[in-house]
Structures are given as C-alpha cells and as structure tokens.
C-alpha cells in the first residue's frame, strides 16, 4: 500500500498509522486504490473510528469540502452515522456548494456502499436532476449491488430514515410498497407517510410528492392525493381530458394502467385539432399574462465560427432584438442560450459592416459600429447587442452548457412554466432562434446548443420530446414562433395541440400508426410553415429537376415569338431561383431573416 494513501487517509481521519495500515490490509488486500468512503464504513463499524468524526471525514472525502464547512453542515444532525449523509449532501448540491455530478455520485455511494468508479457509472446513465431510484434500479439489474441492498437503498430513499431504523423496520420484507405501507407508526407524521406511498406506487420525486399532498384541496387526505395523481397520469398517458379520465379510472376501479390501457384504445385514432403553421411578418401577440420562453439555439463550438455577422450572427441579432422589444411585456419572461454574450462580442463585435452608401457627390463610408445589427443591411439598422447594453442583457438571459444540456434546460423550464400558466388559465409563447436539421425527417427537429451539421436525433429537440413536456399540461394555450432560415418570415404556430395522426410520407405508401405505437402518441405538428420550412421533399426536387429540363430541352416551339419566350424563360427562372433558395448552401450558413448581410440575390 503507498505510504501516501496511508498519510491520506490518516489526515482524513486523524486515526493513528498502525490502526490505518490494519484497517486495509484486512479490507484492500492487494488493491492499489482503497475506497475511503468504504474504509470509513468499516471503521465506524467496528468502533475504530467515533460517530461524529466518521461522518464528518465521509462527507468531506465524498463532497470535497473542507473540514471546517463539514462540521457546520453537520451540525444539528439527527444522527452521527456515516450511512446518512444523503440529505446533508442534497442540502449542498441545492445550495450550489457541489455540483449535481458530485451530489448524485456522493449519493448512490452512501444509498449503496458502491466505490465511486462504479456510483459515477451510474450517475452517467441517469438524470442528475431526476430521482435515483432508476440508477439504483439499474446497479441492482447489473447486479452491482444485490437485491436486498438495493432494497434498502430505496427504502431509506422513500422514507427519510437513517441506517439503523431503516435496517429494522424494512426487516424480511422484499416488497418495497407492502413495505412502507406498512410501516406507518415509523414516520414522523402522516404526511410523511403519505409522501412516500405515493413516490413509491407513482415513481413520483419527492417534490412533485409533496406538491400533491400539500394541495388546498387535498391537505394531507392520501385518498384525495392518490385520486389526483391517478387522473393526471390517466391523463398524460392517454392524452385525453379530466372527465374522460375520471370515466375510465371509475370504470376499472382506480387502476390506472388498465384506464390507460382503455383510454388509448378508445382514443388512438380520433382526430383531434392540431397546430395550423403560418408564414408571418408580423410579431407575436403577447398580453399582459404571456408566459414567454425564447432559446438561441446558436452553438458556436469548433472552426466553424457560426456566430460571427457573416455567418448565422443574425440569430444572436434576432434574439437579442427581442429581448430589447418585449422588455417589461408579459406576466414572466426566460430567456436561453449556451453562448455567453460578453465573449460572443469580444470575438465578433467588430465583424458587423454597414455597406458603403452613394449620392450624386460620391460613395462615402458608414462608421461601422462594435456590436451585433439587426435589420435591413440598405436601411437603418439597431446596434442589438454592444458594449453600451451588454451587461443589461447578460442579466435578463439564462446560460447553460453547450449540447443537450441547453435542450434540456429548456424542456424543464417549458414544464415549469406550463404548469403554473395552465394553473391560472395563462398563455405561453415559445421563440426558437435556431436552424430546424432536416436530417430528422418524421417530426422536424430544431438544433438547440449544437450545429446543424449534427446528424444525431438524440441531440435534437424533436417533436417528440417537445411534444412529451407539452402532454403533461394539455389544456395550456401554447403559440410557437420559430425562424426558417430560407425564408423571409417567421413560421407562427397559432396553438399547438397533439396530432392523433395518419401518416402519409413522400417516400412511402400511406401507413397507420399500430396501437400504442409511442412514436404516435406523441406526434405533435412538426415546426414546418406550409410554403417553405423542410420543403426540399422527392417532390420539389423532381419538380425542379423536370422544369429545369423543359426550359433547356423543350422549351416553346420554334414558331413562338420572341416575347412569349421571354416571358416563359423568365417564369422558369423565377420558380427555379424561388425552390433553390430552399437548398442549404454549400458553406453551411443560411439566408438571415431579419438580418441579411448581402440580400437574397445568390438564391
């Protein structure tokens, strides 16, 4: 064993060195890398160590903290045992003092006693903001931990108990629910209990437990909590509406898988209203209790300088515009990107160029200014972003990580809002400041934090899994604006409602969707206007093709005049130049709406 793992731990510990070396050679025999975590286990187990000194050398070695924080953290505790650190860990994790990486992993090792290569494998396939149980589950099924361990794990999980009562009162039970229910003389209170009845039998978090059971209308009934938990997952489930709901729960005696089971069958295929998409110049309607969100999508990662003025700046442009217009409108507003604005204008600050302008005595040159523009590059333009409001607008946008992250953020912020604005009869507005890949061909796909050229639909937000943050809260009025990038206008989706679909594609026969086919139950309009967004289909391209042969080939007979071939070479051209500017261009960039550096002439 190095004598520098044995100096670690006995700094960690303040055990003395010859008690140290006893303690691994019986544990890590032959290991290079004790676990401390697990030594501190063993320790405090066999009266080595003291209570409140080995939980206080776990939860530094487990959260990174320095001993003096450790001691303030614990003190108060109800219990000295290092076992039970997973709600002294939450509380840092909450207060931003660790990261979700290090909580959930510091978590998963006090939940399971798994060394941390083996807890931050788990963390790595699990939502760091979601519940644990999915990764405990996930250790037990690939028999990290064995099932009694993860038993307890979640036992402790579900009902806050420490080590000790847990081991006890889970006694010979391998029923997590029969379990906890009956266990009702252990907890604190009867909302306690209640909470935990309900994460237990719904899968819910403990937060969206206790938002049931805390309701005005509900007040600690359990019957009441459970009732309304059972209707709101009939109804996202099933996609139908509260009565229909009540009506198939009623019908199957408050079961709840086979009420959605029901409800599918009988609903799959009824038609139902869905988003009508439109092309519009016209900004988006917002009353005074708009809920708004708008994203930048924008990634400006690698060589490819995307967010420069010559390339797609003229999104940062847009987005910014609008925080500056809609500014103190609405009820709420929250707005995302993955790029900071400080270093987006140190970087492409200067890159923004008003063109020469001439009179009759001569061509003169624009100051050009330190910022992003926005509009018309022939008329008078608005410096959007520049050193003179960059701070301004740095406090009104929320910044997150490049990738999924950024897509992710936004997907919980839309549940979030959702829920309060559907609570209160409220509307929301959604603005995506972004390229739609065309590369997800079922539903459309919007690059939110990566670049276009990405051909993962993982990484994209589709429609399913906008569509899958909208079902949770179906009665919100949700109105879309989005910005197709070939095209002179925004592409408005007045509402958004799911499709219960018959698919037909432009490159096979028409299909119909198969019972319970996921991929259909959450099919919502896909983002694409009616004229132009994803509009380069089998048939746009044979139609080009063929027009492009005419007027070449065939053309007017030889006897036409030289005015009819004038015009009818000039209306082939017209629609040829209209369906090119369609096609990405070759430099992977993309015409601006609002924002054009040079017009639209090349396409």
């Not at 003395?16 to 890398?33: E, T």
């Not at 644990?132 to 931990?145: F, G, K, N, S, T």
């Not at 139950?521 to 004229?531: D, H, Q, R, V």
Request: include cysteine; glycine fraction near 6%.
């Amino acid at each position: 064993m190095a004598t520098t793992t044995i100096s670690s731990f006995q700094e960690l510990t303040g055990l003395g060195r010859s008690v140290v070396i006893y303690l691994f050679q019986r544990l890590f025999q032959g290991i290079d890398n004790p676990d401390f975590y697990l030594a501190i286990r063993n320790a405090f187990s066999d009266k080595i160590i003291a209570e409140k000194n080995a939980q206080i050398s776990a939860l530094i070695h487990l959260t990174g903290i320095n001993r003096k924080r450790a001691e303030e953290v614990l003190n108060g505790s109800a219990t000295s045992s290092p076992y039970d650190l997973n709600d002294r860990i939450i509380f840092l994790e909450t207060y931003g003092e660790i990261s979700a990486e290090t909580a959930v992993t510091a978590r998963m090792r006090v939940l399971t006693g798994l060394p941390h290569g083996r807890a931050h494998s788990f963390f790595l396939q699990t939502d760091p903001k979601g519940s644990l149980e999915p990764a405990i589950l996930r250790a037990r099924d690939q028999q990290a931990i064995s099932p009694h361990v993860a038993l307890l794990a979640l036992f402790k999980l579900l009902t806050g108990f420490n080590h000790i009562k847990a081991t006890r009162v889970l006694g010979q039970h391998d029923d997590l629910e029969q379990a906890i229910t009956q266990s009702k003389d252990y907890f604190r209170d009867d909302g306690e209990y209640s909470v935990a009845r309900l994460r237990v039998r719904f899968g819910l978090t403990d937060e969206n437990a206790r938002n049931y059971i805390t309701r005005p209308d509900i007040y600690y009934d359990f019957a009441k909590a459970y009732r309304e938990v059972s209707i709101d997952r009939v109804m996202d489930k099933a996609i139908v509406d509260r009565e229909d709901a009540c009506k198939y729960l009623d019908q199957h005696n408050g079961n709840v898988e086979q009420a959605i089971q029901t409800a599918q069958d009988h609903h799959l295929l009824q038609p139902t209203w869905c988003g009508i998409n439109a092309d519009t110049r016209n900004p988006p309607d917002v009353h005074p209790n708009t809920h708004i969100i708008g994203v930048l999508g924008l990634c400006d990662l690698g060589h490819q300088r995307r967010a420069s003025p010559q390339r797609d700046g003229w999104m940062v442009s847009d987005f910014y515009l609008w925080i500056n217009v809609l500014d103190g409108m609405g009820k709420t507003q929250k707005w995302f990107t993955c790029e900071d604005p400080h270093t987006l204008l140190a970087k492409y600050g200067s890159e923004s160029k008003i063109p020469d302008y001439t009179t009759d005595e001569g061509t003169f040159e624009h100051p050009q200014p330190e910022g992003y523009l926005q509009g018309d590059p022939f008329e008078e333009r608005t410096l959007v972003l520049s050193k003179k409001n960059i701070d301004s607008m740095a406090g009104k946008i929320t910044q997150s990580n490049h990738g999924t992250n950024l897509r992710d953020a936004l997907l919980h912020q839309i549940e979030k809002t959702c829920k309060i604005a559907e609570a209160a009869d409220e509307p929301v507005l959604l603005m995506a400041f972004s390229h739609g890949d065309i590369s997800d061909t079922d539903f459309g796909g919007l690059c939110i934090g990566t670049n276009p050229s990405s051909q993962n639909e993982t990484e994209l937000l589709t429609m399913k899994l906008l569509g899958k943050s909208l079902e949770k809260t179906p009665r919100v009025r949700v109105s879309m604006y989005t910005t197709p990038c070939y095209t002179d206008n925004w592409v408005f989706t007045p509402e958004l409602k799911l499709v219960k679909p018959t698919f037909i594609s432009t490159t096979t026969t028409p299909t119909q969707p198969q019972p319970h086919d996921e991929e259909s139950l959450y099919a919502y309009e896909a983002l694409a206007p009616t004229s132009m967004r994803h509009a380069d289909s089998v048939y746009t391209t044979a139609f080009l093709d063929e027009l492009q042969k005419e007027q070449e080939h065939i053309g007017l007979p030889d006897d036409a005049e030289e005015d009819e071939k004038r015009e009818y070479d000039a209306a082939c051209q017209t629609i040829i130049k209209q369906g090119n500017r369609l096609w990405t261009p070759a430099d992977g960039g993309s015409t601006p709406i609002f924002s054009p550096e040079g017009g639209h002439d090349k396409y």
